[in-house]
């Protein structure tokens, strides 16, 4: 059978969606993370691989693969994109291989004309274009000088606050769900599992904070407020820079946090909407690993008349 993959790649899963050449999904799976700039690339490739397998196992006969197209966060950089497509045309030879970020697939679904994405997941980023097409981000480029308002910071963030004495009641509760959470006994061995492992402490607790400012938790919606105002901030720096703030565009949403906590989705719909009153809000107009699916379609296709 022969068919194209997409991917969707990030700090903490992989998305794949299998196509075959009439444009049909035929499978989907997940694997873990595959952004070469938190991981490693060899790692990231393992990611991407595992993601593949799941994926085509689903399937009932053999997949021959004619392209794929990988959406990463990470591989912004040229160096990084052409490294990481050279380690998978070795995974997947003969195979026609499109690297990415997975701030252009989300751009890629948007409508023609002005538009951005604020992109939240394990980082933070917008990415957008103005009338002429000239395309523009802000942020993404890890946790030490960026990435404010994702679920690295926001539980960076609520472990700070939730032990200082200053939290009350709530920060003693969300103290309790967040060393419960990641199978702790106390926050020196959470420091620890941080000091190794960043990325396998901070995001991980985004799912607590979400849950518990959904409960009603105010140390948890103060960091939610918190984490929506700065990405609020990270929409307006864009829009500026696009010089489109003043015009009707539309905004989409996505990544790992979004549609997680209704307290979440609404304090970051309203931020934008007071920041931003002429954007048109809402969720990415598709997933990012359907996007990615069909450039690689498109590029099979090509390969296909080419070669007639």
Not at 103 to 120: F, K, Q, R, Y
């Amino acid at each position: 059978m022969k068919c194209v993959l997409g991917f969707d790649g990030g700090g903490t899963k992989t998305e794949c969606v299998a196509m075959n050449l009439s444009g049909t999904v035929i499978a989907r799976g997940r694997g873990p993370a595959s952004n070469p700039t938190r991981i490693g690339f060899d790692a990231a490739v393992a990611g991407v691989n595992q993601a593949a397998h799941a994926t085509l196992a689903k399937l009932s006969e053999p997949a021959h693969i004619l392209a794929l197209c990988a959406g990463l966060a990470g591989t912004a950089q040229p160096q990084y994109r052409e490294r990481m497509r050279g380690l998978l045309e070795e995974a997947f030879p003969g195979v026609g291989i499109t690297v990415c970020t997975d701030l252009d697939l989300a751009l890629a679904a948007m409508p023609e004309g002005p538009a951005m994405v604020l992109v939240v997941g394990t980082g933070s980023a917008a990415v957008g274009r103005d009338g002429a097409g000239r395309q523009l981000r802000q942020g993404g480029y890890g946790p030490s000088g960026s990435d404010e308002g994702s679920a690295f910071d926001i539980g960076r963030r609520a472990l700070s606050a939730s032990r200082s004495a200053a939290g009350g009641d709530a920060g003693v509760e969300l103290s309790r769900q967040i060393l419960r959470h990641l199978g702790c006994a106390d926050w020196a061995a959470v420091d620890t599992k941080a000091s190794l492992a960043a990325d396998d402490v901070y995001p991980r607790v985004f799912p607590v904070v979400a849950a518990s400012a959904d409960a009603g938790n105010s140390l948890a919606q103060s960091v939610l407020n918190d984490a929506a105002q700065k990405l609020a901030a990270i929409a307006l720096r864009l829009a500026d820079a696009l010089d489109i703030a003043k015009t009707k565009f539309p905004l989409g949403r996505t990544g790992g946090t979004v549609g997680r906590s209704q307290f979440f989705d609404q304090a970051l719909a309203s931020r934008l909407r007071a920041t931003l009153p002429n954007a048109v809000i809402g969720p990415a107009p598709e997933e990012a690993a359907l996007t990615a699916a069909r450039i690689a379609l498109r590029q099979a296709v090509g390969r296909e008349e080419a070669a007639r």
